[in-house]
């Protein structure tokens, strides 16, 4: 009898117009694995934080996002291994402290973090492109980022693409906010109020909610700084000197900067005005314009505050002395 042939998984070949189609395959083609999406787990860790004391004490307080995002992964059933932030950080960039140890734990933990959960996008991050970019290193490592307040699925392109976009207006909004506050900044200066701290020689104090800023003690030596110079010409080592004497202790650097700020004469001067721009503060002036302007006149002839003195040309071998002298120090 003739034998029946066995029955075989093999594909058959082709034979005249029935090709093999994988005989088209480029050799660096084939054997090639394909690469697969890190499959994400069930667990988490949650991410909260506050930019401002006052931002703590509305609805998005440290407590209130906390509650929020473990009810999220409660709800969705995610294990939470650890809770980052709860402080005061700015998301206007992405050096924070707290921010930078949760991302180096999902990275690195041997949980599998799947997902990080925050209360709402601009808790995780205001600086727009570099979000983006962060959320889309931690997607290629199977972690997504999800807002309580703000669902959507980073899993599909529309998903990415809102997340994106609400990253983006964080950073709008950040940008209005501080556009604000220049514009603000500004038209103080532009009344004569100071923006910052006082110089040396002033207290900085609020009566009845107003601005004082007033001479104290300091101010006193920093006037006769101002006097010594323009009265008697002394240099700034003598002036250091004689003010040390009197209990304070100031640096050649630092006096010729104290003699250089109109703010000691009443004048205001800062980077949001206009080059050269000058405004007359309401503090009291600890010197007039006439000294200060003296004191500078004498600042630009010697700008390091020491004394020049003339070489006697009559001296003999005096640039061989010289350079002896400096070659043995």
Do not use: W
């Not at 050799?27 to 999406?37: D, L, S």
């Not at 202790?249 to 800062?270: A, D, E, S, V, W």
Request: charged residues 25%.
């Amino acid at each position: 009898m003739r034998k029946q042939p066995k029955a075989t998984d093999a594909k058959p070949k082709a034979t005249n117009g029935d090709t093999d189609l994988s005989l088209f395959a480029l050799p660096q083609q084939i054997g090639r694995k394909k690469v697969k999406a890190v499959a994400r787990g069930k667990v988490a860790v949650i991410y909260t934080r506050v930019s401002t004391k006052e931002q703590a004490e509305t609805n998005q307080s440290l407590e209130t996002q906390l509650e929020r995002c473990r009810l999220y992964a409660d709800r969705h059933g995610y294990e939470v291994v650890e809770t980052f932030g709860g402080t005061y950080e700015s998301a206007k960039n992405d050096e924070r402290k707290e921010f930078q140890k949760m991302l180096d734990f999902v990275r690195k933990s041997r949980h599998k973090i799947g997902y990080i959960i925050v209360y709402s996008h601009d808790r995780f991050s205001r600086s727009g492109s570099n979000a983006i970019h962060i959320t889309d290193q931690l997607s290629q490592l199977g972690i997504a980022v999800v807002a309580v307040t703000q669902p959507v699925d980073t899993m599909t392109a529309s998903g990415k693409l809102q997340q994106g976009i609400q990253f983006l207006f964080s950073q709008f909004d950040n940008d209005q906010r501080r556009e604000k506050c220049m514009t603000g900044m500004e038209a103080k200066i532009r009344k004569g109020y100071l923006v910052g701290k006082a110089p040396m020689g002033y207290d900085q104090l609020k009566v009845n909610g107003e601005q004082v800023i007033k001479p104290n003690r300091t101010g006193k030596l920093i006037c006769l700084a101002f006097q010594l110079k323009a009265e008697q010409g002394l240099s700034n080592t003598d002036i250091i000197q004689r003010l040390r004497a009197q209990g304070l202790t100031l640096y050649n650097q630092t006096l010729t900067k104290i003699f250089r700020n109109p703010f000691y004469c009443g004048l205001i001067t800062h980077g949001l005005l206009e080059e050269g721009e000058v405004i007359v503060g309401r503090h009291e002036p600890l010197i007039s314009r006439d000294t200060f302007l003296r004191v500078n006149g004498l600042q630009a002839q010697n700008v390091h505050g020491y004394t020049q003195v003339k070489e006697d040309e009559a001296l003999p071998l005096r640039h061989h002395i010289s350079a002896a002298c400096a070659q043995s120090r």
